[in-house]
């Protein structure tokens, strides 16, 4: 069965960084493309970042230049480093196998403030 358990979330100041982690198991995760999303209170859950097996990237406009998402094939695991943080990057940030809509992890919490 899949499982997603993001970690590395915290509170940050404006202008720091976080890395985030989501630990896999249940599905070959070499082929698999691996997503992140987040949710600020009172919004619908936006995707941020995807990245294939074959390393291709994409960004949400409002993150490009700042994030950067990858993978660790051996370690079943997608990482998402965020840097610059602002007010706005506040939520809950889960991640996601592509192939797999419906399963989602518990989340990880990232808040932005002075």
């Known amino acids: 069965q899949v499982q997603l358990v993001e970690s590395g979330g915290g509170l940050v100041q404006p202008g720091g960084s976080l890395k985030l982690s989501c630990a896999t198991s249940?599905?070959?995760?070499?082929?698999?493309?691996m997503a992140w999303y987040r949710q600020a209170p009172g919004k619908v859950r936006e995707l941020v970042a995807t990245?294939?097996?074959?390393?291709?990237?994409t960004y949400h406009n409002s993150v490009e230049g700042r994030f950067t998402i990858s993978r660790d094939n051996d370690r079943k695991t997608v990482y998402l480093q965020m840097n610059d943080l602002r007010p706005e990057d506040t939520a809950v940030y889960y991640c996601?196998?592509?192939?797999?809509?419906?399963?989602w992890g518990q989340g990880t919490q990232v808040t932005v403030s002075s």
């Open positions: 990245i294939t097996g074959r390393l291709r990237t």
């Open positions: 249940g599905f070959i995760f070499v082929l698999e493309p």
């Open positions: 996601r196998a592509e192939s797999y809509v419906q399963v």
